[in-house]
């Protein structure tokens, strides 16, 4: 958690393996809901929670995943993930824990999902 004077300004959780999507069957760590409340971005709070989860990944990993959602809400997440080193896993969108498969429907909403990996 992040807090800026004595205010919660941000959180990140780091599974030791994640649970669903491609890298489930891998045993790799998983960033899960970077979230960096709205009057405390672009601070660099997000920045310096994914140093720390990345930090922490590294004791157990040398390679680190996470899904990002593709809708407008993620645009700075995205960037700074880009930014960051990760990289698409080239599995292509996944939606509620499932892989779509091309030109099959789906709602851009929060469980609209693009995996990136990186190798620390």
């Known amino acids: ?24 069957s891998l045993q790799l760590p998983e960033v899960v809901d970077l979230n960096v409340l709205e009057k405390f971005r672009k601070q660099g709070i997000g920045q310096k929670l994914m140093d720390e989860v990345e930090k922490q990944a590294k004791r157990f990993s040398s390679t680190i995943t996470l899904g990002v959602g593709l809708h407008l809400g993620y645009g700075n997440a995205q960037k700074m993930y880009i930014q960051r080193g990760y990289q698409f896993d080239g599995t292509g969108v996944w939606y509620q824990g499932k892989q779509l498969e091309p030109y099959e429907v789906c709602r851009n909403d929060d469980d609209l999902l693009l995996y990136l990996i990186k190798h620390l």
Do not use: S
Not at 2 to 21: F, M, S
């Open 1 to 24: 958690m992040a807090e800026v004077d004595h205010q919660l300004a941000g959180y990140v959780t780091l599974w030791p393996k994640a649970k669903q999507g491609p890298f489930a």
